[in-house]
Nanobody, 124 residues
């Protein structure tokens, strides 16, 4: 199983990015994908999730209405559209996978497979 994130970068406040999580070695139709982030000196926190079976999504309150998680047409990639970025969104962003029936969650301990992360820096 391999998860590869991409799309991070250095942006200004208010800008947008589209983060990608390319998944191989598992069938996304039976897994949930979570997005997490970790800022320097802070614990890893859940940001968003997507269930490949039922299409359900979830968001942390801090990003609701700014971030959108969705599955791409290629079906093996899950995206996180991050809009209206703020300096406090600066972190390494990770995607992770867990076997899941329906629904999803953003509890890091529940996820089994992790990517290497992509860095997002929001600064003026």
């Amino acid at each position: 199983v391999q998860l590869v994130e991409s799309g991070g970068g250095l942006v200004q406040p208010g800008d947008s990015l589209r983060l990608s999580c390319a998944v191989s070695g598992l069938d996304l139709n039976y897994y949930a994908i979570g997005w997490f982030r970790q800022a320097p000196g802070k614990e890893r926190e859940g940001v968003s999730c997507f269930n490949g079976r039922d299409g359900s999504t979830g968001y942390a309150n801090s990003v609701k209405d700014r971030f959108i998680v969705f599955r791409g047409n290629a079906k093996d990639t899950v995206y996180l559209q991050v809009n209206s970025l703020k300096p406090e969104d600066t972190a390494d962003y990770y995607c992770a996978a867990r076997y899941r029936g329906l629904g999803c969650d953003i509890v890091p301990q529940n996820y089994n497979f992790w990517g290497q992360g992509t860095q997002v820096t929001v600064s003026s």
